[in-house]
């Protein structure tokens, strides 16, 4: 699978280690930056992994920040992305198979590697149920979206 990968400044160090795991699992890494520790904005990033999702470059995405808080609330204004943050691993599966999420999002300062990479795998490994509760959520979702977001 084709992920791509981004953090600001304080998610730099686990992003580097994911990245590395990913590719130990055979997935193709799509990193949008950050590229070092020099402080960055979080947005930016979340902007990036989402425009690589939504154009096709990457299936999904990962994003990092120190907390996951900021980039998980970036992330969700670009339309379409449906990001979770998430630090536990039912979660991280759950959101697929239910929310059909499409970017993982992770606080560095919050978990540690051996979970990232639990969280991870549980990400990639899930697929959308496609149930008929599922769909309909999600479409009240994309009603909500529609309604207040502009592009």
């Known amino acids: 699978m084709k992920v791509a990968t981004g953090s600001d400044h304080a998610g730099f160090q686990l992003k580097a280690t994911i990245g590395e795991y990913l590719i130990s699992l055979g997935h193709e890494v799509v990193d949008v930056g950050a590229y070092d520790e020099t402080p960055s904005d979080y947005p930016d990033f979340a ?55 499409n970017v993982l999002v992770l606080g560095e300062r919050v978990i540690g590697v051996a979970l990232a990479k639990d969280l991870v795998t549980s990400f990639l490994g899930a697929k959308f149920t496609n149930e008929e509760r599922h769909v309909r959520r999600l479409g009240k979702v994309a009603k909500l979206e529609d309604k207040f977001c502009d592009s």
Not at 51 to 79: M, P, Q, T, W, Y
Not at 81 to 89: E, L, N, Q, V, Y
């Open 47 to 101: 902007e990036k992994v989402g425009r690589a999702v939504l154009d096709g470059k990457a299936e999904r995405g990962v994003l990092i920040c120190g907390s996951g808080v900021g980039a998980s609330v970036a992330a969700n204004k670009v339309k379409g992305i449906r990001a979770g943050m998430c630090h536990d691993t039912y979660s991280a599966h759950q959101g697929v198979e239910h929310d059909n999420c």
